[in-house]
């Protein structure tokens, strides 16, 4: 098998570059591209599912439970926290000993952590199992990627990628879905057991089909103070976007830890140039396109993440929507994501990743800035219209932008590739939750007192303002117990017209955003070393 691996060619290089110690066609089930496919993407859709459907239980865990709201958002928090901080060195573990063993350890690992949620009878254990939820999940999500990349030829490697956002996206956007119905009918426990059969169905079809591959030049050995600043580096920067809604962003502990990661991530840089086998050699982002790639994930993931956060709360809170109903009415978006990635993926093999993906993004700048003009009483039909356009535009940037990471890197380091894409995804939507979250803030701050002021409503003390503005930030109108019917219709109309116009600013914000991503997908390219894995099987 021959294959070209390496970012920077030097006459001392191996002119035919590594070789993949598993390379060969594919015989029966094991190795089969397509069946790995199917397989790698059972344990994904586990993970993606988790990432929004247990928003839904919260309200049943807290009630359940007696916790606190603080202690709820942890369940979250903790899951999230450990799945971003640790993505790019798991991808690492399975550069080191194999993609299959990893995503198979990080299955049994997540089903089993399930299980141990639905068994907990307290808010600390359940958090603790999240956390061990968002580790194992780590080792899954750069596995997954690591083994396409492998098994799939070149030219086949996009139409995979396609297939595997496409269950992302679904996975991602059907689990209010999912959670509304389980919570609604079954119980909050539910939420946690179904991974349960669908692990142990990931793990039989992993363990039958699933086939290891590794470079021969993979790492031998562990950067251990590479992680250990990488991982402090990311915790203090995604546990200060977290924790800025509440600090304030002028506030002293946000800018902080904003400051220790920027510290780590300096002293992470000088010591990977220092290091015999690095973490991340950072010659791989010498490649203009990867980086390109990465950026490109972040810039991504702030449109979608952050305007989807808002547009839950419109759903439910300003149009009075039950989760149930709310996902049912984002079906045009997943459905766009679902029939739109494999065409991404098929038509970005033909032409490379450059159109598509400045296409993509101009759709979604475009619905963005559509879904600025939503008002407190628009239809259905015009919701699913921009929801659709959405999800066409995300659809070949998620798959683009993933090949263009994964193939611009060297196989042995797909799996950090794939980490990185994944890190890339978790940090652009928790900034974009973060930043169009303070914009939606600032707007409601800026217009709540005048707007109840003009609708002749009593006047409210300043620490009273503050309270309902906290409250009308996710649409809730400020009613207290014993209030007149005349009295609730003109808060509820204050608080929607005050709500809306927020969001407003953050989808132009965030459209803003995704427009300047158009420039960035245009340093964009087929992944230079895409040829690596087309020898581990043929179709």
Known sequence: MTSQTTIDKTPQD???????VAAGPAKGLRGHPWLTLFAVAIGVMMVALDGTIVAIANPAIAADLKATMADVQW??????????????????LGDRFGHRQTFLIGIVGFAASSAAIGFSEGIVSIVTFRVAQGLFGALLMPAALGLLRATFPAEKLNMAIGIWGMVIGASTAGGPIVGGLLVEHVSWQSVFFINVPVGIIALVLGLVILKDHRAENAPKSFDVPGILLLSGGMFCLVWALIKAAEWGWGDGKTWGFIGASIVAFALFAFWENKVAEP?????????????????????????FMGGLFFVTFYLQNVHGMSPVDSGLHLLPLTGMMIVGSPLAGAVITKVGPRIPLAGGMLFTTIALFGMSTLETDTSSLTMSIWFALL??????????????IVGNAPM???????????????????????????????????????????AKLPP????????????????VAPVGKGTPPEVVAKITEVAHDTFVSGMGLACLVAAGISALAIGVALLTKRGANAEAGAGAAHI
Not at 391 to 404: K, N, Q, R, S, Y
Not at 460 to 475: C, I, Y
Request: charged share 10%.
């Open 14 to 20: 191996d002119p035919l570059g590594p070789r993949d």
């Open 75 to 92: 369940i979250s928090h903790g899951y999230f926290l450990a799945l971003a901080v640790t993505l790019i060195t798991a991808g690492k």
């Open 279 to 303: 973490l991340i050699p950072l010659k791989l982002f010498r490649s203009v396109p990867l980086s390109a790639g990465v950026v490109l994930m972040v810039l991504m993931a702030i449109g």
């Open 391 to 404: 999800g066409f535009g995300l659809a070949p940037v998620m798959v683009g932008a993933t090949e263009v």
């Open 412 to 454: 042995e380091l797909s799996g950090v590739a794939g980490g990185l894409q994944q890190a890339a995804m978790q940090i652009g939507g928790s900034l974009g939750t973060a930043v169009l979250g303070a914009v939606m803030a600032a707007k409601v701050n800026s217009d709540l007192a005048g707007n109840w002021a003009a």
């Open 460 to 475: 409210l003390p300043a620490e009273q303002m503050e309270q309902a503005a906290k409250a009308v930030e996710v649409g």
